[in-house]
Structures are given as structure tokens and as C-alpha cells.
């Protein structure tokens, strides 16, 4: 059988920038995911929206909502939020965030958290016995050949000076993208001798959920 494995060549982080222009919601899709219409949208699956302006009696748990762009065609977008058996009606609005690419990356690595574990042995037990408690993501780490200007590298430090966090998005080469908010922890400056200058082991604390789109 053939190898299935897939280079890690043409991988792309971003984090989140200013927030681009509002797209017109034309129409909702009630159910899970949720279903909007958008003409000619132009986002990408793991893009994040903000939802406002829909109306009807559930409008509520869509606006002013948070949420990771999915299954994405040319005039439509889906998001993880279940209004299935719900009352929303368009128009309303999307407004995206917008993304700075993180030049000079090297390589990467992460979501390595792990759940813990709950201990529910009881008097009736015969054996010790346990229950995963909230899922934890970790953190992700990476490593840039250091550029002063490149604004995306900037925004991870002023990030780590503000001690903010900020959405982050990994884009690899088949194009499935993981989204996710995180704080930068760490970002060193490594020299020598022949070599250029980088920042080795970057390490993002990731806060909440990672969204797979």
C-alpha cells in the first residue's frame, strides 16, 4: 500500500489581525452545524467570525457569537453552533477577523495536553476507577528564522508583552487548518557563530478549544 504521509512542506501560521469588512448573511440554515449564506464570502475554513444582526425568537444564541469558519463553499460557511429546531431569519451579518502570516517559519509542534484524570473509586469499587475530566490542549511550540519587521512576528511579541491572548491558525499543506486562542509564554533569541538569527521555541499556552476545519 502506498504511503499516505503527508509533507509537512508549505504549512502556514497566522494570528488574528484587525477585523476585515462585514458580509451580508442573505440566509440561515437552521440545525448543527449551522448553515449561512453569504454571497461570494470569500473566507477559508478556520477563518473566525463574530455574528450579529440575525433576527427571530432564538436570534440570541448566534449573535454577537464567536465562531470558526467550516465546510465553506463559494456562497456559504457553517458553524459549530447547534440551532437545531430553532427560529432564525437573516439578514444579519458576519464580520471575519483578519490574519497575519507568521514569516520565516521552520518547523512546529503541539497540542500535546492531555485530560485529567478523576478519581470515582468508591467503597463499592473492585478496582480503582476513573473519569477524564476537561480536555487540555497544551501548548503549541514553533521555531522562525528571526525577521525584526515581519509583522506577524511582531504581533507574537506584543502579544507576549501585553500578556493577551490571541486567536492563532495552522493552515498545513491538504488544507485542513487547526483554530485555536493561545498566550505567548516564551519567544528566545538564539545566535552563533555561521548561523542566522532565530527565535527557537516559541511556546503558545493554548486557552479553550481547538477547532479542526
Request: net charge negative; proline share 3%; aromatic share 6%.
Amino acid at each position: 500500500m502506498p504511503s499516505t504521509a503527508i509533507s509537512a512542506q508549505g504549512s502556514k501560521l497566522e494570528i488574528a489581525s484587525t477585523a476585515g469588512s462585514g458580509k451580508t448573511i442573505s440566509a440561515v440554515a437552521v440545525g448543527f452545524p449551522t448553515v449561512l449564506t453569504s454571497a461570494a464570502h470569500g473566507l477559508s475554513n478556520g477563518d473566525v467570525v463574530t455574528l450579529a444582526g440575525l433576527t427571530g425568537a432564538d436570534a440570541a444564541l448566534l449573535n454577537g457569537q464567536t465562531a470558526v469558519v467550516k465546510y465553506k463553499s463559494a456562497n456559504t460557511i457553517a458553524v459549530d453552533i447547534d440551532t437545531t429546531g430553532k427560529t432564525i431569519t437573516a439578514a444579519g451579518t458576519f464580520t471575519p477577523l483578519g490574519w497575519t502570516k507568521v514569516e520565516n517559519l521552520v518547523s512546529f509542534k503541539g497540542f500535546d495536553g492531555q485530560a485529567s484524570e478523576l478519581d470515582v473509586t468508591d467503597l463499592d469499587s473492585s478496582a480503582k476507577e476513573f473519569m477524564l475530566g476537561l480536555q487540555d490542549w497544551g501548548t503549541f511550540s514553533f521555531d522562525v528564522n528571526r525577521d525584526m519587521t515581519d509583522p506577524g512576528q511582531q504581533a507574537v511579541d506584543a502579544s507576549k508583552r501585553a500578556g493577551t491572548q490571541k486567536p492563532y491558525k495552522l493552515t498545513l499543506p491538504n488544507g485542513k487548518t487547526k483554530t485555536f486562542n493561545a498566550y505567548c509564554k516564551n519567544s528566545p533569541l538564539e545566535g552563533g557563530v555561521d548561523q542566522v538569527l532565530k527565535t527557537s521555541g516559541v511556546t503558545l499556552r493554548i486557552t479553550g478549544d481547538v477547532v479542526d476545519a
